[in-house]
Each structure stands twice: as structure tokens, then as C-alpha cells.
């Protein structure tokens, strides 16, 4: 128990599984024993955690996400509520990456995955640092945001007025918190990203706010 205990909560393949029975004869029977006794979580094929059960610590979603499909960083309304900037808790932990479009069902939840652009992607990704034990790649609030206009498929913004009823009354955005929001980023995102009406909205109404002319 000791050895998956000091694992802790990150993901790993089964090649360090049985690198830590390496003792014995057959550590494939040994992972499969974990596996039904609930000591060892499968993810996906070739990807485990370790239950709580075994270290007592909470499990982190965005860890896994930024594990189960690569490369990738969780953003859209994850990020957000992560960052506390929208008030829904979200169930669902959505992740931008590079590859194709992805949803994984597994035992700590559903985990979506967008693709955007190689040079877009790469804009306002942040290493979040946990405990000084763990860490994981997570949007900025900013990149978080244009991600989710990006991503909206039938959203359409034109006007600095439509963007900010937008923020308001349909994701109920925090809009205390934009006023120290990065402009760079956002013009980034106007650069390489899709939407580049919408982001233009967003981008003036971001850079007028403390106006409050809209």
C-alpha cells in the first residue's frame, strides 16, 4: 500500500505500476488485484490513479485532463470556474488541445477536448501549482474567455454592447475581475484565433470598461 501511496494523485501508465512490483513474478496479476479491490482507478487504457482511498488526498480533474489527452490545457468554462469568474460549477472538464476533437467518459467524470490552431493554442496557457506537489496547464482567465467565444459555435457578436449583455446575463461573468485582465493576450487572440469580430468586441469592451460608456 505504501508504494501507490507515494504516488499521490498523479496519473501513471502500467509500466510504473509494475515497475513498482518489480519483484514479483507476475506484476500484471498484482495491478489487476489493485484494480479490483478499487486501489487503482483506470482512466483509460494505460492511464491510472490512485483512489483516494489509498492516500486520502482529492483527485484533480484538471491533472487528469492535462493526462488523458494531449497536448492539451483545461479552459472554456472549466478555466472560468476555476478562476472563479463564473459562478456555475462545471461537471463537465473541458480541455483545448491540438489534435481532433475528443470526449472521454471515465469514472471521475467526462472530459471533453476542442481543438483549436497550433498558433492560437499555444496563447495564455498558465502552470497552475498545487501544494508545491502537483501542477497542471490551465487558460488565463483572458484566454479562457476568448476560448469560449471561440467555441460557441452559433455565437455571434457585433457590437461592444451585445459582448458585455453577453458576459452579463448569459454567463453571468464576473465583470469586477476584467479590469486587470491582460490586453496582449486578448490581441493575441484577435491575431491567430477564428472569431476575430467577436474578439474585437471583447477587446474594446475590455480596454473601455472603466468608462463604463457601454
Not at 7 to 20: A, E, H, M, Q, T
Amino acid at each position: 500500500m505504501e508504494r501507490l501511496k507515494n504516488i499521490g494523485v498523479i496519473p501513471i501508465n502500467k509500466d510504473i505500476l509494475y515497475s513498482l512490483y518489480s519483484d514479483l513474478k507476475r506484476p500484471d496479476e498484482k495491478v489487476s488485484q489493485l484494480e479490483k479491490k478499487e486501489l487503482i482507478i483506470r482512466i483509460k487504457r494505460d492511464l491510472y490513479v490512485v483512489s483516494p482511498k489509498v492516500h486520502h488526498l482529492l483527485l484533480s480533474r484538471e491533472l487528469v485532463a492535462n493526462h488523458l489527452y494531449g497536448p492539451s490545457y483545461v479552459s472554456l468554462e472549466s478555466a472560468l470556474s476555476y478562476w472563479g469568474l463564473i459562478p456555475e460549477r462545471v461537471y463537465l472538464m473541458r480541455s483545448v488541445c491540438t489534435r481532433l476533437y475528443k470526449l472521454y467518459y471515465t469514472p471521475l467524470g467526462q472530459f471533453e477536448f476542442v481543438k483549436m490552431p497550433e498558433k492560437y493554442f499555444s496563447i495564455g496557457i498558465h502552470r497552475e501549482v498545487v501544494d508545491n506537489s502537483y501542477s497542471f496547464l490551465i487558460a488565463t482567465p483572458e484566454k479562457a474567455l476568448c476560448d469560449k467565444i471561440i467555441a460557441s459555435i452559433n455565437l455571434k457578436i457585433q457590437s461592444v454592447r451585445a459582448m458585455r449583455i453577453y458576459l452579463e446575463e448569459d454567463l453571468r461573468f464576473d465583470m469586477s475581475a476584467i479590469t486587470s485582465f491582460d490586453l496582449q493576450i486578448i490581441e493575441k487572440c484577435i491575431e491567430f484565433g477564428r472569431k476575430r469580430t467577436e474578439l474585437t468586441q471583447l477587446y474594446k469592451l475590455l480596454s473601455n470598461y472603466d468608462n463604463d460608456c457601454f
